[in-house]
């Protein structure tokens, strides 16, 4: 399948920019609690034991706040592509702008939750950490940049899990990112219009 070209990636750009505040967080909620309810009918008929993954306890806390506080040190090197730069100045930066702090926090705790449920305690059992990473991956199409950190980011959450033995270290690595990489964008300067 050829990559598509530049044009593209700027398409994508003016319809995620275009989404409003309110708008995301419905998508957000919609798509959370989809992989959920997905989530639990797959586990429910193949009996994958879930209950047993999502038992927290204070290390595997700490190693996903950990796992997820490392994450924020190599996010600047995802905006070494042109691309990448070009979605975080015209859509990552204005929506994380938009949204309120406490917009962050649920953002942050539905995606790593969900994601971290259906990737990880689902998916992951039954087609691999390879493919499912894969998935995870596709399922972050801003370009593909970021399908690629998306996938190897997620291996990473995967292999959390797998040694953990849990679902909480990898849920909360995601949240933890995911707020750290919020905040961090919605604090950053837009990019002076150098057109004029």
Same mark, same amino acid.
């Given at each position: 399948?050829?990559?598509?070209?530049?044009?593209?990636?700027?398409?994508?750009?003016?319809?995620?920019?275009?989404?409003?505040?309110?708008?995301?967080?419905?998508?957000?909620?919609?798509?959370?609690?989809?992989?959920?309810?997905?989530?639990?009918?797959?586990?429910?008929?193949? +009996? $994958?034991?879930? @209950?047993?993954?999502?038992?927290?306890? *204070?290390? =595997?806390?700490?190693? %996903? #706040?950990?796992? &997820?506080? !490392?994450?924020?040190?190599?996010?600047?090197?995802?905006?070494?592509?042109?691309?990448?730069?070009?979605?975080?100045?015209?859509?990552?930066?204005?929506?994380?702008?938009?949204?309120?702090?406490?917009?962050?926090?649920?953002?942050?705790?539905?995606?790593?939750?969900?994601?971290?449920?259906?990737?990880?305690?689902?998916?992951?059992?039954?087609?691999?950490?390879?493919?499912?990473?894969?998935?995870? +991956? $596709?399922?972050? @199409?801003?370009?593909?940049?970021?399908? *690629?950190? =998306?996938?190897?980011? %997620? #291996?990473?959450? &995967?292999? !959390?899990?797998?040694?953990?033995?849990?679902?909480?270290?990898?849920?909360?690595?995601?949240?933890?990112?995911?707020?750290?990489?919020?905040?961090?964008?919605?604090?950053?300067?837009?990019?002076?219009?150098?057109?004029?």
């Amino acid at each position: 399948m050829p990559l598509p070209d530049r044009r593209s990636y700027g398409t994508i750009a003016r319809q995620v920019k275009v989404m409003s505040r309110v708008r995301f967080l419905r998508l957000e909620w919609t798509l959370s609690f989809a992989l959920i309810a997905v989530g639990l009918a797959w586990a429910t008929l193949r +009996g $994958l034991p879930l @209950a047993s993954l999502c038992r927290p306890t *204070a290390r =595997a806390i700490a190693t %996903g #706040a950990t796992f &997820g506080a !490392l994450l924020w040190l190599v996010m600047p090197v995802l905006f070494w592509a042109p691309g990448m730069r070009h979605v975080r100045d015209t859509v990552l930066v204005p929506l994380s702008r938009s949204l309120r702090t406490r917009d962050i926090v649920v953002i942050a705790l539905l995606s790593g939750g969900s994601e971290e449920f259906f990737f990880r305690g689902i998916l992951m059992p039954e087609i691999g950490l390879g493919a499912s990473s894969v998935v995870f +991956g $596709l399922l972050h @199409a801003v370009n593909w940049v970021y399908v *690629a950190w =998306a996938a190897l980011i %997620g #291996a990473g959450l &995967g292999l !959390l899990a797998t040694h953990g033995g849990s679902l909480v270290a990898p849920a909360v690595a995601h949240a933890t990112f995911n707020l750290g990489a919020l905040l961090v964008l919605r604090g950053r300067q837009p990019p002076h219009d150098t057109t004029s």
